[in-house]
């Protein structure tokens, strides 16, 4: 039986689960301010469990930044443990943090290069994590273990010499729990591989948002293409060993990004 971790209530606490019920029964939207400390995260995930505990709806759990995202394990476990019960839940970092092969590659075309690192099969973590598409016999038994956490899913990947970050989605599968953060979802070029990858279906999703006031500049942060000085110089490197013409066109942008004059404060 679900129990709730405390032995007690704070104010307005019970008001939020029961709203939070309410609003997956009915299929609406809410939102939910209240101060610092008021134990809205417990309170949220508890009336979405509540809820969805008996059905085959799954919880993604959306952070701003991974180290927020401890407080969302602490507080599973809680309810596993008040309640005597194994929910499962899964934490997902981004490909770039998790990855075993040592590298200095961007975090913006990180995926491209895991991409072709797998293409080309490169790459011999993830080819011990699959064979033909399906999943080894030792990926078996690493996702018997404790992976919940990524950094739990990185020690025992490097103990069997696999892939954490797919170690992480395989469990992510079996979880009524997913944490994740903004990028899973509001990048369209990640959102739409990340459900289909974990089998997650929209319409059988309870997405639940923390420090949703950060969410409109950081979705504005996601979409937006830029580069940066340093992106131009590390490019300059690369390619100059490849291509000598394209490596000073390169080396002309730099040296006129770096002409020009910071506006004047007045």
Same mark, same amino acid.
């Given at each position: 039986?679900?129990?709730?971790?405390?032995?007690?209530?704070?104010?307005?606490?019970?008001?939020?689960?029961?709203?939070?019920?309410?609003?997956?029964?009915?299929?609406?939207?809410?939102?939910?301010?209240?101060?610092?400390?008021?134990?809205?995260t417990v309170a949220?995930?508890?009336?979405?469990?509540?809820?969805?505990?008996?059905?085959?709806?799954?919880?993604?759990?959306?952070?701003?930044?991974?180290?927020?995202?401890?407080?969302?394990?602490?507080?599973?476990?809680?309810?596993?443990?008040?309640?005597?019960?194994?929910?499962?839940?899964?934490?997902?970092?981004?490909?770039?943090?998790?990855?075993?092969?040592?590298?200095?590659?961007?975090?913006?075309?990180?995926?491209?290069?895991?991409?072709?690192?797998?293409?080309?099969?490169?790459?011999?973590f993830y080819n011990?994590?699959?064979?033909?598409?399906?999943?080894?016999?030792?990926?078996?038994? +690493?996702?018997?273990?404790? $992976?919940?956490?990524?950094?739990?899913?990185?020690?025992?990947?490097?103990?069997?010499?696999?892939?954490?970050?797919?170690?992480?989605?395989?469990?992510?599968?079996?979880?009524?729990?997913?944490? +994740?953060?903004?990028?899973?979802?509001?990048?369209?070029? $990640?959102?739409?591989?990340?459900?289909?990858?974990?089998? @997650?279906?929209?319409?059988?999703?309870? @997405?639940? $948002?923390?420090?949703?006031?950060?969410?409109?500049?950081?979705?504005?942060?996601?979409?937006?293409?830029?580069?940066?000085?340093?992106? @131009?110089?590390? +490019?300059?490197?690369e390619i100059l060993?490849?291509?000598?013409?394209?490596?000073?066109? $390169?080396?002309?942008?730099?040296?006129?990004?770096?002409?020009?004059?910071?506006?004047?404060?007045?």
């Amino acid at each position: 039986m679900l129990k709730f971790p405390f032995n007690d209530f704070r104010p307005g606490q019970k008001e939020i689960i029961n709203s939070v019920r309410d609003t997956i029964r009915n299929g609406e939207k809410l939102m939910i301010q209240a101060p610092t400390g008021f134990g809205k995260t417990v309170a949220v995930l508890f009336g979405a469990l509540s809820e969805t505990y008996n059905d085959n709806k799954r919880i993604l759990f959306l952070t701003a930044r991974k180290m927020h995202q401890s407080i969302i394990y602490d507080t599973v476990e809680r309810i596993n443990a008040a309640s005597s019960l194994n929910i499962r839940y899964t934490g997902i970092n981004g490909k770039n943090t998790m990855c075993l092969i040592d590298n200095n590659i961007d975090a913006d075309i990180f995926n491209d290069f895991c991409r072709t690192m797998k293409e080309k099969n490169l790459c011999d973590f993830y080819n011990r994590t699959y064979n033909n598409g399906k999943t080894t016999e030792i990926t078996n038994i +690493a996702i018997g273990r404790d $992976v919940s956490k990524p950094e739990n899913a990185i020690e025992i990947a490097k103990q069997f010499r696999l892939c954490p970050y797919e170690i992480s989605v395989l469990n992510a599968k079996l979880s009524k729990i997913i944490i +994740a953060n903004y990028f899973h979802v509001f990048n369209p070029f $990640v959102s739409y591989p990340f459900f289909t990858k974990l089998n @997650l279906r929209p319409e059988d999703t309870i @997405l639940i $948002v923390d420090e949703a006031h950060n969410l409109p500049n950081m979705v504005m942060d996601i979409n937006s293409v830029s580069i940066s000085l340093n992106k @131009l110089e590390k +490019a300059y490197k690369e390619i100059l060993m490849y291509d000598e013409e394209l490596s000073k066109k $390169v080396q002309d942008l730099i040296s006129s990004t770096k002409t020009i004059e910071k506006p004047k404060i007045i």
